[in-house]
């Protein structure tokens, strides 16, 4: 299957932590990304290849994976990651790219 | 400061042809395969296509294919997408993306790092 499928909603307190799966078949050959949206803002990558975070993305990102599940963990939630987040990975040849459908992550 | 800048996009009617563009500015563009990721109103990321570093190939999800057109100008640090046959569903925000993880020397990551300010088009009647 070339689906990656995501938790729709999620909520977490504020300085907690909190994790977002992304789950599909593809995730066993490939790594996963991870993004982060805010409204009306283009997608920013917070985690790629699986668990490397980009210069300049706080390190209360992390990423990991096991089996068919790529994990974004956020450690020390702040009001300013309340967001949309999505997964993206590849199909079994490589050639075609998928995204999750999304989790809107809510700070309480 | 390195930015991948769009262009094209507007209200169009069904059936008719639109290009978008990408332009990079301050930094490394030939390398890296290009994507093009759209948005419909209210509704999640759609991967739409992607072009190799070298333009030889391209790849399309199948909600486009036949339709979509993606192709670069290394000369001009540009990648365009031409839509044709436009239906109301290709309605969206149109994202381009650098992929970092897909370059000249392995095509094995998945990093889509430089995104551009996106575009939107509109297909109305």
């Known amino acids: 299957s070339s689906e990656v499928t995501q938790e729709p909603a999620v909520s977490v307190a504020l300085g907690q932590t909190v994790t977002i799966t992304c789950q599909g078949d593809?995730?066993?050959?490939?790594?996963a990304g991870w993004y982060q949206q805010k409204p009306g803002q283009a997608p920013v990558i917070v985690i790629f290849?699986?668990?490397y975070r980009p210069s300049g993305i706080p390190d209360r990102f992390s990423g990991s994976s096991s089996g068919n599940t790529a994990s974004l963990t956020i450690t020390g939630t702040q009001a300013e990651d309340e967001a949309d987040y999505y997964c993206n990975s590849r199909d079994s040849s490589g050639n075609y790219w998928v995204f999750g459908g999304g989790t809107r992550l809510t700070v309480l | 400061q390195e930015q991948l800048v769009q262009s094209g996009g507007g209200v169009v009617q069904p059936g008719t042809s639109l290009r978008l563009s990408c332009a990079a500015s301050?930094?490394?563009?030939?390398?890296?395969?290009i994507h093009w990721v759209r948005q419909a109103p209210g509704k999640g990321l759609e991967w739409v296509a992607v072009?190799?570093?070298?333009?030889?190939?391209?790849y399309y999800a199948d909600s486009v294919k036949g339709r979509f057109a993606i192709s670069r100008d290394t000369s001009r640090n540009t990648v365009f997408l031409q839509l044709s046959s436009l239906r109301g569903e290709d309605t969206a925000v149109y994202y381009c993306?650098?992929?970092?993880?897909?370059?000249?020397?392995?095509?094995?990551?998945?990093?889509?790092?430089?995104w551009g300010q996106g575009t939107t088009v509109i297909v109305s009647s």
């Open positions: 072009v190799s570093y070298d333009g030889d190939r391209t």
């Open positions: 290849d699986g668990d």
């Open positions: 301050g930094l490394a563009f030939s390398d890296y395969a």
């Open positions: 993306a650098r992929d970092l993880g897909c370059s000249s020397t392995s095509c094995h990551g998945n990093a889509f790092d430089i």
């Open positions: 593809s995730l066993r050959t490939f790594y």
